[in-house]
DNA sequence: ATCCATTCTGCACGTTTGTGCATAGAGCTT
DNA sequence: AAGCTCTATGCACAAACGTGCAGAATGGAT
């Protein structure tokens, strides 16, 4: 019969989670083998039929988090990393745990804002499937540059999402920063934009990483031919010191008067303010400039990070950045 | 040092349920025995650390639940449990999962109005703890009988809901029913009644079985020395079919002129109705009647129950009761 | 300092679970 | 119906896991 595969995943899920049951009396009860309940609670997981979710009981957690969450009003995930490891397998495990902390923050009728960035394109490839109804994933800011138009790279990001929580898609086809500001307000007026600046006006949800001048390795948006010197220089000069989908401001939170910004696709950072649930992911300590200036900027509301990040932004543990 | 035992567990089961790591390698991590990684982990899930629930798309689930859900506008979780089983391992069983359900639903802040009966202490007994702060538990109706206080069957439930949420808990020291409608309304008078009113009028959740007058095992209050011969020939002329909380109504949903409503204390059908998150726990077919009344009377909001009774509760699977 | 009671730890063992592979079955085409 | 492809199943083995037990550590009490 037809009902087998989600329904009996469903069921086992149930014995297997909520009853305690082993797989294997569950296979007798269902008329199967052993091994099926395995893969059928393993797809069970895949699908987000079952939702784990870690709750730390904010006043009893590690000192570290209960730190970060009174200097910078936001609920933090500090993520478990040894120190030895790479960067590339922590930004692997950062994004790991932040996609399973996502997913459960999904539901039906949530306009989901999504960044891209090497971040966002990590946990993009960590998402877990979830079965949702009219959710919207819609791209926060342009990804083209001088050389190519950025499409396929953020689509893959955004259509990982998409596929994951079974939403319709938009992307954003305009490059990551025009030329001219007044061809920015131009295609601002236009309707095709519009519909996608609507859409996120109202988002529930925005996800994006942090971008920071001084990164060891530094996000794409400073190296990725996306600004040419002049652009670098007038950075320098208004001493900006990271970014948000695009958007720069200063160590203190603040943006105004940054030119950039006015030639920038993303999101001003007081309409990304105005969004319920704003979800920042960042790995790796170099990046601790940036997102200094983004939690004081109060962009986000949930923060996930490594601990060895976490534990440079409260000021312990490994160098103290210089900073100017 | 002391952070080692919570601090450790939230680590581990950080790195178990959300970075997929084995025990080994976070024993290694944390620098012990896989031993002592497999009991941390179980520490997590019994202190609520970790929460894992099953949440079934709504659409497209099972043909049963789906036509209860639209029947009754009510959202249900059918138990699976084998036909074969007894009435107490059914119990049993249905009874672990609606703790395990329950346990995501209960929040700081929430105040809880739970019933007594076989149901609810079964329930009781299965809770897994979960820290939540400023959390009441508030006893919904008396349990004193002819006999005896009632106090200590009913208080253990209540301690054991308690317990698990870390919550106060406020006992209702009253009978189930006063002989004297007058006698009620002199004590509904009493400020130390009024401060249990009160709480009851502000729950957030409130959990139930029902009482069935035609089941095969007569609940508590039909059996248990609550009522005389008296009341109990006037309960048959009223066309009762169960209660909950000792709150009777009849198969259409009804309550008004059931005499006997006037000197029981629990709340009435209205007032449960305001409750945001009204939880009915039902295990066994024979309370079919009574379940049935409950739902009609729109006093569910959740209905969690064995899979033979949601096959009778949609009529088929198994004898259609007799009804008059 | 010594003793005792209690809790925590790691080991060793048996149980439970994940998965590669060969096979069976379902669905489609011709 | 035969042939094909693609998926689902069960087996068998290896990996991962839970737990009784004995010894170590901890924290009082004397």
Redesign the pocket.
Known sequence: M?R??HS?ALRAAQM?YLQDL??????REL????????????AARDTGLVQIQIRNPLDTGPELESMIRREYNVDVHVVPVLESLNEAETLDRVALQAARTIGPLVDSNAIIGVAWGSTLSAVSRHLTRKITHDTVVVQLNGAGNMHTTGITYASDIMRRFGSAYGARVEQFPVPAFFDHAATKAAMWNERSVQRILDLQARMSIAIFGVGSVEADYPSHVYAGGYLDENDLRMLAHSDVVGDVATVFFRRDGSSDGIVLNERSTGPALAQLRQVRRRICVVSGASKINGLRGALTAGLATDLILDEATARRLVGFGGVNPANG
């Open positions: 037809m087998s595969r009996d297997y082993t797989m294997d009396a569950i296979a008329r199967t083998s052993r091994s099926t309940v395995s893969r059928l609670l393993s």
